[in-house]
């Protein structure tokens, strides 16, 4: 899918913009808003049709696919969406009597609202309620079941109708496993009640890998080579700033795309021996571990020109990696972006430059991570410093018994591994 904000922003009243990739959906524009519309063929008469989805900015790009997709499904089922749209707004009779009995709906929503929601980051809780809330949805009489009816074949049907993303249905099957363990720990479950979650298809939901070109890739750890970098170095010229900068943080610091696009002033610092950023605790992926700590990164070589030049032109989101709408910029949004930039992406089939397309194929942000943290194996940086470059927790043991924060030994290599990319982007 692909969406033109700054087409959007250019939307006069009256005018519409269609959303290529997602089928159906358009933002229209009137004198004091813009709306996200699903336009379709009904179903039986064949036709046109448009119904409301959502206001936007407030509802993004990706979240009015998402509602479109389940809209279109249910017009292939011959269901109107209009009228869809009006039974889910009406207190059906189903909903009164789930007011009298714990249901599916009610276990699960209580799990989002008390568990993944306090408990996770926010990309993390928005994502698992986003698949919750679908299940719920593509699952009706599934949601109405009483939580204790729930039988072994239930589930298995469940998640064998899912197996062809397997990925995504381990990850459901994890979830509703720990809902249900919730349930029966809160007392809202008879002690009685089986849990089959954990057990029902373990080991059998197995990504192939991604599908690229119609062709699972299968389960690749990718490193690029010291030529591979040197290209992509050269080529950085061709990518929107907003990509560049974020491209070279991956290699320079070796941190998660997460950590760096939610880069603040305030997390910068200048200190004896230079400048350093400081990542929270919580906004790392150790955030739940008692025992971690803030991660520090020394800035070093453009690392360390990226942020200075940034801190300069900080927006209205306070963050130094914002959007053009003065957003958050995200890691599912440089991924999509790195994605698009391929040659088998059909976004590349739309465009008539070639200076769009990577030279360098086949990788994902965070085989940039994994690359340099090989390039550092490779210059001899000992793995408990590498360890501590990428923030991973020492083992339990090491853990206890050595507390050293290793900030001399980061700046040291970081900046032997600056060194060397310089010398590979020649």
Same mark, same amino acid.
């Given at each position: 899918?692909?969406?033109?904000?700054?087409?959007?922003?250019?939307?006069?009243?009256?005018?519409?913009?269609?959303?290529?990739?997602?089928?159906?959906?358009?933002?229209?524009?009137?004198? =004091?808003?813009?709306?996200?519309?699903?336009?379709?063929?009904?179903?039986?008469?064949?036709?046109?049709?448009? *119904?409301?989805?959502?206001?936007?900015?407030?509802?993004?790009?990706?979240?009015?696919?998402? !509602?479109?997709?389940?809209?279109?499904?249910?017009?292939?089922?011959? %269901?109107?969406?209009?009228?869809?749209?009006?039974?889910?707004?009406?207190?059906?009779?189903?909903?009164?009597?789930?007011?009298?009995?714990?249901?599916?709906?009610?276990?699960?929503?209580?799990? %989002? *609202?008390?568990?993944?929601?306090?408990?996770?980051?926010?990309?993390?809780?928005?994502?698992?309620?986003?698949?919750?809330?679908?299940?719920?949805?593509?699952?009706?009489?599934?949601?109405?079941?009483?939580?204790?009816?729930?039988?072994?074949?239930?589930?298995?049907? @469940?998640?064998?109708?899912?197996?062809?993303?397997?990925?995504?249905?381990?990850?459901?099957?994890?979830?509703?496993?720990?809902?249900?363990?919730?349930?029966?720990?809160?007392?809202?479950?008879?002690?009685?009640?089986?849990?089959?979650?954990?057990?029902?298809?373990?080991?059998?939901?197995?990504?192939?890998?991604?599908?690229?070109?119609?062709?699972?890739?299968?389960?690749?750890?990718?490193?690029?080579?010291?030529?591979?970098?040197?290209?992509?170095?050269?080529?950085? =010229?061709? !990518?929107?700033?907003?990509?560049?900068?974020? @491209?070279?943080?991956?290699?320079?610091?070796?941190?998660?795309?997460?950590? %760096?696009?939610?880069?603040?002033?305030?997390?910068?610092?200048?200190?004896?021996?230079?400048?350093?950023?400081?990542?929270?605790?919580?906004? *790392?992926?150790?955030?739940?571990?008692?025992?971690?700590?803030?991660?520090?990164?020394?800035?070093?070589?453009?690392?360390?020109?990226?942020?200075?030049?940034?801190?300069?032109?900080?927006?209205?989101?306070? @963050?130094?990696?914002?959007?053009?709408?003065?957003?958050?910029?995200?890691? /599912?949004?440089?991924?999509?972006?790195?994605?698009?930039?391929?040659?088998?992406?059909?976004?590349?089939?739309?465009?008539?430059?070639?200076?769009?397309?990577?030279?360098?194929? /086949?990788? *994902?942000?965070?085989?940039?991570?994994?690359? =340099?943290?090989? !390039?550092?194996?490779?210059?001899?940086?000992?793995?408990?410093?590498?360890?501590?470059?990428?923030?991973?927790?020492?083992?339990?043991?090491?853990?206890?018994?050595?507390?050293?924060?290793?900030?001399?030994?980061?700046?040291?290599?970081?900046?032997?591994?600056?060194?060397?990319?310089?010398?590979?982007?020649?």
């Amino acid at each position: 899918m692909f969406f033109d904000v700054r087409a959007a922003k250019q939307l006069k009243p009256g005018e519409h913009l269609v959303v290529e990739g997602c089928e159906g959906l358009r933002l229209v524009a009137s004198t =004091s808003k813009m709306t996200w519309t699903y336009r379709y063929k009904q179903p039986g008469t064949g036709l046109m049709k448009q *119904t409301r989805i959502g206001p936007y900015p407030k509802l993004r790009p990706s979240e009015a696919a998402e !509602m479109v997709e389940v809209l279109r499904s249910k017009r292939a089922d011959g %269901i109107d969406p209009k009228e869809y749209q009006r039974q889910q707004r009406k207190p059906a009779a189903s909903a009164l009597a789930d007011a009298e009995v714990f249901t599916v709906r009610k276990l699960v929503r209580d799990y %989002i *609202t008390n568990h993944i929601e306090q408990e996770r980051q926010k990309a993390g809780a928005i994502a698992a309620r986003r698949a919750l809330e679908r299940l719920l949805d593509e699952e009706p009489t599934f949601a109405q079941t009483p939580a204790s009816a729930v039988t072994r074949s239930a589930c298995f049907d @469940l998640l064998e109708a899912r197996k062809a993303t397997p990925t995504a249905a381990q990850k459901l099957r994890s979830m509703l496993s720990a809902a249900w363990s919730r349930a029966l720990d809160a007392g809202r479950l008879d002690q009685d009640v089986p849990n089959w979650w954990p057990t029902i298809m373990k080991g059998k939901l197995k990504s192939k890998g991604k599908v690229v070109g119609g062709e699972h890739q299968g389960q690749q750890r990718r490193v690029l080579r010291d030529e591979e970098v040197g290209e992509l170095l050269a080529w950085l =010229s061709n !990518m929107h700033e907003l990509g560049r900068d974020t @491209l070279q943080m991956y290699l320079w610091t070796c941190t998660r795309g997460s950590e %760096i696009l939610a880069m603040r002033p305030a997390h910068i610092t200048e200190e004896k021996d230079g400048w350093w950023w400081t990542v929270p605790k919580e906004a *790392t992926k150790n955030a739940r571990f008692e025992e971690a700590v803030d991660l520090r990164v020394p800035l070093v070589g453009r690392a360390l020109k990226i942020v200075q030049r940034r801190l300069k032109a900080v927006g209205k989101s306070g @963050l130094l990696f914002e959007d053009a709408r003065g957003e958050q910029y995200t890691q /599912h949004d440089f991924s999509t972006y790195i994605y698009g930039l391929q040659p088998y992406s059909e976004k590349v089939a739309r465009r008539e430059s070639e200076g769009l397309i990577l030279p360098v194929t /086949h990788w *994902t942000p965070h085989n940039l991570r994994r690359t =340099s943290r090989t !390039m550092l194996a490779a210059l001899g940086c000992p793995k408990e410093i590498g360890e501590a470059v990428l923030g991973h927790l020492p083992p339990a043991i090491e853990g206890t018994y050595n507390t050293h924060s290793y900030d001399r030994e980061r700046r040291l290599w970081l900046g032997k591994l600056a060194r060397q990319l310089e010398e590979i982007g020649k």
